[in-house]
């Protein structure tokens, strides 16, 4: 996990400075050191592990990566922080045959471990895709364990595409409505929205843009607490939105004109993934990322 107060950083804006200043500047680069909100981000099932090996690829900055699964194979893959094998007396790493009830009982299964992993986190992400069995199931138990330890608890969920079969759109509606009771705020990712935005879309290419977007979800969120900007949030700003905020939908954007970050907050706010009436939000987070010359 990257630490967000380096000491070089610390020494170079020291440079000049009398003893005295010098020693109050370590001071007070160990205390937000010490204050800093501690992120863990959960891939929960193939979907979710898959999540985290993107995240990792892309990075994202004071966020601990935690894959958990059924399945000894996938998680042996999964490039995270830490891991955990749920359920081995249950599945023995064979995973939960798309059965969400196996899920969940795994989970409550390793309930104890799980809960090791996710001691001390103000802020936890729980990622997955939707509609198979572990995610589904094993999803909404890991986020109840993480928000009744204290943590502000954000789902990010990809829903399938209608072409999976309509036993996988059951479950995966099952496993909605269980995550949107536990979480604090819950960011859904319409698959079918993307085939309905560009249908000549391939279909390996319209999962991987979804994937995309759920990671861009989270680093983003994960960054507007780890990292300085111009306009600086910290972790209690996040939380006044975020808890207990509901259901939420993302949008991106982007522009390179002369007027690119209007441009671009425009375009996030009427994309059509949102889907929805913004003037109904009760609250929003723009993050806007550019150049020095933005």
């Known amino acids: 996990m990257d630490e967000v107060y380096d000491q070089k950083g610390i020494e170079h804006l020291s440079e000049g400075l009398s003893p005295e200043i010098r020693q109050i ?11 800093s909100a501690k992120i863990k981000v959960v891939g929960v099932g193939g979907g979710g592990g898959n999540s985290l090996s993107r995240m990792r690829e892309i990075g994202i900055k004071g966020g601990e990566l935690i894959a958990i699964n059924t399945d000894a194979q996938d ?6 922080d830490k891991k955990i094998l749920i359920g081995r007396e249950l599945t023995h790493g064979l995973g939960s045959g798309s059965n969400p009830k196996v ?9 104890s471990e799980i809960k090791k992993k996710l001691a001390g986190a103000d802020m936890v992400f729980i990622t997955c895709g939707l509609g198979g069995g572990t995610g589904t199931g094993a999803a909404p138990v890991i986020a ?14 990809t829903l399938p595409f209608t072409i999976e079969g309509r036993k996988r759109i059951e479950n995966a509606m099952e496993g909605l409505e269980r995550m949107e009771s536990v979480v604090d705020t819950l960011i859904v990712i319409p698959n079918d929205k993307l085939l309905e935005l560009a249908p000549e879309l391939p279909l390996h290419t319209a ?40 259901v939420s939908l993302i949008g991106m954007g982007e522009s390179d004109s002369a007027n690119r970050a209007i441009e671009a907050v425009e375009k996030a706010i009427q994309n059509p993934l949102l889907d929805v009436e913004i003037s109904n ?11 020095p010359d933005m």
């Open 103 to 111: 899920g969940q009982e795994a989970a409550k299964e390793s309930d």
């Open 207 to 246: 999962f991987k843009i979804a994937d995309e977007i759920l990671t861009n979800a989270v680093k983003g969120t994960t960054e507007l607490v780890t990292t300085s900007g111009l306009v600086n949030l910290d972790f209690a700003d996040i939380k006044t939105v975020m808890v207990n905020g509901g």
């Open 144 to 157: 109840s364990l993480a928000k009744k330890q204290g943590a502000l608890t954000i789902g990010v969920v």
């Open 281 to 291: 939000a009760t609250g929003a987070l723009v993050n806007i990322v550019g150049g």
């Open 75 to 80: 998680l042996l893959y999964a490039n995270a």
């Open 25 to 35: 500047d370590q001071e007070l680069a160990e205390l937000l050191k010490q204050q």
